[in-house]
């Protein structure tokens, strides 16, 4: 619902419906959220630079820290500025790197596996 529709409606009704969004982006937060030693905090919004957690329940969040999408990492992070920005804490990244699949290797691998495969039939 616009901004705008919201005027035509009683005051009682618009308060109402600014605690139930409220409420509803509490108890869900969306599936991100950051993660800081054993605490779990929803974020709001996130982009390449940095992510949104409510104000009301953003803590002073600086150093390392992690992104997850409901069970699995998405990033490490490192938090470098916070400011408050309306009703969430913005937190912006010095940096960020990506989780992967697979742990790194220590090691060139040895194996012998081909690279790639040729079609039947395209010998000439």
Known sequence: ?????????????????????????????????????????PIRSYDETGFDVGLDVAPKLRGLVEIHEGSRILRTVLIVAAEPSGDVMHYDFKRATAARDTPPLDYPSDTTEPVGYLPAGSAT
Do not use: I, N
């Not at 109402?16 to 605490?39: F, I, M």
């Open 1 to 41: 619902m616009a901004d705008t529709d919201r005027h035509f409606l009683p005051k009682d009704v618009r308060e109402g419906l600014l605690v139930a969004q409220k409420r509803a982006r509490r108890t869900s937060g969306g599936k991100l959220r950051v993660h800081v030693g054993d605490t779990w905090y």
